[in-house]
């Protein structure tokens, strides 16, 4: 059972803009600690896509963009398209499980 | 380009231990900036961390798998492992290695993974 929780699914046409949330705790996201995020293409390892609650690593387009506020974050696409149907993790550190990174629930996008 | 590349068993019976070992090659295993993890996906599931390791041999471990889990580092070969005991159908997934940033926390290179299936 993770401690942070993700939305199973969200979907949206070539174009539009979805948002996957991240809710966490006062041990964790609330604590303070970074939030990253993953994209698991089907079949691949996970790619990390943002990092620091909200930088994208080299070579990641702009559509991407995330935030951090309180004991939540989110990671937002922008301009979404058929490449970005994948699966999507929030990552960060939790103080209260002995030292413990712990991974989202995941969420599905699919472009519609 | 730093790779990561796991290697191990791809079936291992109930109730035995299950070893598998990533190695780490375009860079060192021996940089003080990162630690090096094993995270896993049952078939189907999300992400679950396993453990991590450091140069020096420090680890810390999921607390939910810790009676079952020992990862160790052998920096003359670029490589760790990972030992879980006491395997169950319940631990069939993909094995995945990484490297942590040591103080960002951040998964940036990933293996690309191995299936290990528990069955008799």
């Known amino acids: 059972q993770s401690v942070l929780t993700q939305p199973p699914s969200v979907s949206g046409a070539p174009g539009q803009r979805v948002t996957i949330s991240c809710t966490g705790s006062?041990?964790?996201?609330?604590?303070?600690?970074?939030v990253h995020w993953y994209q698991q293409l089907p079949g691949t390892a996970p790619k990390l896509l943002i990092y620091?609650?909200?930088n994208r690593p080299s070579g990641v387009p702009d559509r991407f963009s995330g935030s951090k506020s309180g004991t939540s974050a989110s990671l937002a696409i922008t301009g979404l398209q058929a490449e970005d149907e994948a699966d999507y993790y929030c990552?960060?550190?939790?103080?209260?499980?002995?030292?413990?990174?712990?991974f989202g629930t995941g969420t599905k996008v699919t472009v519609l | 380009q730093l790779q990561l590349q796991e290697s191990g068993p791809g079936l291992v019976k109930p109730s035995e231990t299950l070893s598998l070992t990533c190695t780490v090659s375009?860079?060192?295993?021996?940089?003080?900036?990162?630690?090096w993890g094993w995270i896993r996906q049952p078939p189907g599931k999300g992400l679950e961390w396993i453990g991590s390791?450091?140069?020096?041999?420090?680890?810390y471990y999921n607390p939910s798998l810790k009676s079952r889990v020992t990862i160790s580092v052998d920096t003359s070969k670029n490589q760790f492992s990972l030992k879980l005991s006491s395997v169950t159908a319940a631990d069939t997934a993909v094995y995945y290695c990484?490297?942590?940033?040591?103080?960002?926390?951040?998964?940036?290179?990933w293996g690309q993974g191995t299936l290990v299936t528990v069955s008799s």
């Open positions: 990552q960060s550190y939790d103080s209260s499980l002995s030292g413990s990174n712990v």
């Open positions: 375009g860079g060192s295993i021996s940089s003080s900036s990162y630690y």
């Open positions: 390791i450091y140069y020096s041999g420090s680890t």
């Open positions: 620091g609650n909200s």
């Open positions: 990484a490297r942590r940033w040591f103080r960002e926390l951040r998964f940036d290179y």
């Open positions: 006062s041990s964790n996201i609330g604590a303070g600690y970074d």
